[in-house]
């Protein structure tokens, strides 16, 4: 078996980190923080004024367009921004590691606010194709993984797990702003639409305005750059994990996305990344998301009310963001709704979405970003997120680019596929995935030194882990979420 030896730390472990102006500045509140963040206002996937321009755009170059076509080019446009999403997983990792948590964010605005003004003038220039180029820029946001990076490491550990699931929260009001603009009476018609989505640049311009007011990670400032006196402002009660964790970082050296791969003791945090982000995204919610319209109006809900029914959906996800239900009962509930045709079905489709929804806002869709961060010690978290990046944009890409096309061929039964990803993931974590909640990084990865086949061993000193004679590592680890 081999052994991760880590040196004897060299502080005690005294005082409060709740306190810490690192989680509270003294200059804002720290929900404008994860507002800024977080609340973005996205164009709603489906807007018919769009399919419409699109097909006038067609056919004023080419002649008539069929169904077939428009179908493909309306499933590239939706798939561009997941393919963009991948593209920018991959500059996750180089990105935090030279400019930090902060100055990435910073950096990042770039991708909303350029996009944004592509967008706004695309009705005006008579062009889908910089709809679809625009689409793709703004997937290549790394808020998506740099934000729970960000408020994963300033996060006290008794308050890590809650922090990181308010980012979903401001995800999900983003979307039901988006839903409410795209209303045909507000901003979804045919002379509203390219206002609603130059929309989009403004959260990021608010951002890059206020987040210089805010610190950067003190774990990235005392493991990375070595600048104690910076991380110690208000962190004194963390500096003993975190130095215990740069010791043992010395050790390993920063790792690269190829070295995570072959490392022994973070094989099943990576296995774990992977298979967490490949069920939320090919659980089917977003075929949910992206093609809501579709879906209502197949299910027999009367076309002037879908978008009402798709506000209420996003609404629900709002404010159920903070309660679990059934995630496989509710997809099964779903799909056998769709199987006849009689008259109350549409009302029983709506409540089984909604319920669908519901059992996605807490578990599948904030947790994986949320366990990425506590799996991952320093060194290792930055190309973590960048395989779960990856993995989760390019499981993205392909429901939204295949979906139209597989229920169109297989009707209902398409969401059998995502029920059988569903239970498997679920197997997957009850099995494996161990509880988290209250634990050190280091804790955690003790947690999973048995299952690796490695020891954790840390010599005397005043480290927060220790060799416990009670609970052995395999029994921790049946301590699952559930």
């Known amino acids: 078996m081999a052994v991760a030896r880590v040196p004897p730390g060299s502080s ?6 709740l306190s810490s102006p690192w989680l509270l500045p003294p200059s804002a509140p720290p929900w404008t923080l994860l507002a800024v963040f977080l609340l973005e ?28 076509l428009l ?11 997941p393919l963009g999403g991948f593209f920018g997983s991959l500059m996750v990792a180089p990105l935090v590691n030279k400019f930090g948590r902060k100055g990435t964010l910073l950096f990042n605005n770039i991708f909303s606010i350029v996009p944004a003004i592509m967008m706004g003038v695309s009705e005006v220039a008579g062009s889908f194709e910089i709809i679809i180029a625009a689409r793709f820029l703004v997937g290549i946001c790394l808020s998506s993984n740099v934000v729970s990076m960000y408020l994963g490491e300033i996060a006290p550990k008794n308050y890590r797990g809650a922090i990181g699931i308010v980012p979903q929260l401001f995800i999900t009001i983003g979307i039901v702003v988006a839903q409410v603009f795209g209303v045909r009476n507000i901003l979804g018609n045919m002379e509203g639409w390219p206002i609603m989505l130059g929309l989009t640049g403004i959260p990021a311009a608010i951002e890059l305005l206020l987040l210089p007011f805010f610190p950067e990670s003190p774990r990235y400032m005392l493991i990375q750059k070595g600048d104690e006196k910076t991380a110690r402002k208000g962190t004194e009660g963390e500096l003993c994990e975190m130095r215990v964790e740069e010791q043992s970082e010395q050790a390993e050296g920063r790792l690269s996305v190829l070295n995570l791969f072959t490392f022994r003791s973070l094989r099943w945090q990576l296995l774990s990344v992977i298979f967490m982000n490949m069920g939320q995204q090919l659980s089917g919610v977003n075929a949910i998301y992206y093609y809501a319209d579709s879906i209502y109006s197949s299910a027999g809900v009367a076309d002037d009310h879908v978008q009402y029914v798709t506000v209420g959906t996003g609404a629900v996800n709002v404010f159920m963001t903070i309660a679990a239900v059934s995630h496989l009962l509710s997809l099964l509930l779903f799909f056998f709704n769709f199987i006849t045709s009689l008259d109350w079905i549409p009302y029983v489709s709506i409540v089984c979405v909604i319920t669908y929804v519901i059992g996605h806002a807490i578990g599948p869709s904030p947790i994986p970003n949320v366990i990425t961060t506590e799996m991952f010690r320093q060194s290792s978290r930055p190309p973590a997120f960048m395989v779960a990046g990856t993995v989760h944009w390019l499981s993205n890409f392909t429901v939204g680019l295949v979906f139209p096309f597989l229920e169109r061929g297989l009707g209902a039964y398409s969401f059998i596929i995502f029920a059988c990803i569903c ?52 029994q921790e680890i049946k301590n699952t979420f559930f």
């Open 12 to 17: 005690s472990c005294s005082g409060s980190f």
């Open 41 to 68: 206002v996205r164009p709603p996937p489906e807007p018919p004024p769009m399919k419409l321009f699109y097909t006038r755009i067609y056919e004023d170059r080419y002649g008539p367009m069929s169904d077939n």
């Open 71 to 81: 179908t493909l080019l309306w499933s590239v446009t939706v798939s561009m921004f």
């Open 423 to 474: 239970l498997a993931t679920l197997i997957y974590i009850w099995v494996v995935i161990p509880e988290t909640k209250n634990k050190t990084f280091l804790e955690t990865s003790k947690l999973f030194a048995h299952r690796n086949k490695v020891d954790i061993v840390v010599e005397a000193g005043d480290s927060e882990i220790k060799e416990t004679g009670g609970e052995s590592s395999e």
